[in-house]
């Protein structure tokens, strides 16, 4: 007994080694039927163990239905005066995140026939609506109004119905003649919106233009002798004072202004009575798929115009807070976005704009 159990061990001893390719002496039929017991034991657990692995994880499936509460809808409000413009005020309703939104439909979204007033302490006018479809404007003409307003016209599609709250006097300002309301230095403006039975509340300041010192340009880090692409640098002397806000867009060549992917405000935290050079980033249609190495940079013979607009800090919180959002990340933290509009959403901003232009050389 003692020396079939000594045998048995050796001919343990003798796979196991052969596994790592040692052999201690020569095999012997015994090791065939120990390889043919060891397996007949070993398929069977393993198919047990698979079968139970299988039934524990399919108990722990369970099909959960979540009923998402329907959101209230709100007005939304995306409104702005700048210096020595009129006031402009589009007015729309918010959506469910989960709800389809037709694209051929986009006018369904604006609210109409809203009271809107625009006062400070010494003025006061009654806004009216516009709509794309009612000016007596070509295609064309139609299209580059979109632009301003931030739309992007596809020609391939029909010319979406817009509609925006301004000053009677519109089309007379835009063309030259007398305009009842303009954007001032260190003035407020405060807006008052009524329709279905809500009020919305706001104001905002245009605060006075600093400005900033040139425009300059510099080489590409890094980049071959023969490269098209410039670095535009804004060089600026920031004010002693804290509280100082910015917001800025670039235009190049004749492409609409956009605003920069990675945020278009700036406040004077670190600059504070600093004389500096910050690289100014190019702005690009949303959805643009850029090369990472090119991102930010202007080409040779291009003429780059950046528009800097001075800000109130409520109109700084909403830009930083909506465009530091998380970017739709699952990891980033919740940000909430903070709205300057008492009984609504979005923004009433005011912009003290100055405009700055650069011709690169090719």
Request: with cysteine; net charge negative.
């Amino acid at each position: 007994m003692r020396r079939e159990i000594l045998d048995f061990r050796h001919e343990i001893l003798d796979v196991r080694h052969e596994l790592i390719g040692v052999r201690l002496e020569p095999r012997d039929w015994r090791h065939d039927c120990i390889k043919e017991l060891m397996t007949r034991i070993a398929m069977p657990l393993f198919f047990l163990f698979t079968a139970s692995f299988s039934i524990i994880a399919t108990s722990c499936t369970k099909n959960i239905d979540i009923e998402i509460p329907a959101s209230e809808r709100k007005i939304a409000v995306e409104g702005n005066i700048e210096l020595n413009q009129p006031p402009i005020v589009l007015l729309t309703n918010s959506q469910a995140f989960f709800d389809n939104i037709n694209l051929n439909n986009i006018s369904a979204y604006f609210v109409n026939n809203a009271k809107m007033t625009v006062f400070t302490a010494t003025d006061t006018v009654e806004l009216v609506e516009f709509c794309l479809n009612d000016l007596p404007a070509s295609e064309e003409q139609k299209k580059q109004l979109l632009q301003n307003f931030g739309f992007k016209a596809d020609s391939a599609l029909p010319i979406p119905n817009i509609c925006i709250y301004s000053i009677p006097d519109l089309i007379g300002c835009i063309l030259g003649g007398g305009c009842s309301m303009l954007g001032k230095e260190e003035t407020r403006y405060d807006l008052r919106i009524e329709t279905e039975d809500k009020v919305l509340t706001s104001f905002t300041t245009i605060p006075k233009a600093i400005g900033i010192d040139s425009l300059s340009l510099r080489p590409r880090p890094n980049a071959p002798p023969d490269d098209k692409f410039m670095a535009v640098y804004n060089n600026l002397s920031v004010p002693g004072n804290f509280g100082n806000f910015v917001r800025y867009w670039t235009k190049r060549n004749n492409e609409p202004f956009y605003t920069p992917g990675t945020g278009s405000v700036w406040d004077d935290k670190l600059f504070v009575g600093l004389s500096i050079a910050l690289p100014v980033e190019r702005g690009y249609p949303r959805g643009s798929n850029i090369k990472p190495e090119e991102y930010s940079y202007f080409e040779k013979g291009d003429t780059v115009t950046m528009k800097w607009a001075n800000i109130d800090s409520r109109t700084f919180d909403f830009y930083f807070t909506l465009e530091n959002d998380g970017g739709g990340s699952p990891f980033a933290n919740p940000v909430v976005v903070k709205s300057n509009i008492n009984g609504g959403l979005g923004v009433w901003a005011g912009y003290a704009s100055q405009f700055y232009t650069i011709v690169i050389p090719e």
